[in-house]
């Protein structure tokens, strides 16, 4: 399993954590983040139900999760090692 496909599984299951969802029960979808054409970060939207967008962004120059709530307010923010580790 790639690194990538590891923080995809752990922002999803933290996304539904926040919001009391069922992991895998909604559609996730990911678009790839470009600063001045290199890549800096990976956007993350959960469709829920009634047609709510739960949001996260991976920073990768400071590996930190940014969640969004159904408003587009910060919710919280995580580091990728702390994520990682809770879930070893």
Do not use: W
Request: net charge positive.
């Amino acid at each position: 399993m790639s690194d990538f496909t590891h923080i995809r599984e752990i922002v999803e299951k933290e996304i539904c954590n926040q919001n009391q969802l069922l992991p895998k029960a909604f559609p996730l979808t990911e678009r790839l983040l470009h600063k001045q054409g290199s890549p800096c970060g990976i956007f993350y939207c959960l469709h829920g139900p009634r047609s709510i967008r739960l949001t996260a962004v991976f920073d990768i120059a400071t590996a930190r999760v940014l969640f969004y709530d159904s408003t587009g307010q910060r919710a919280g923010t995580r580091c990728v090692k702390e994520m990682v580790l809770a879930t070893a």
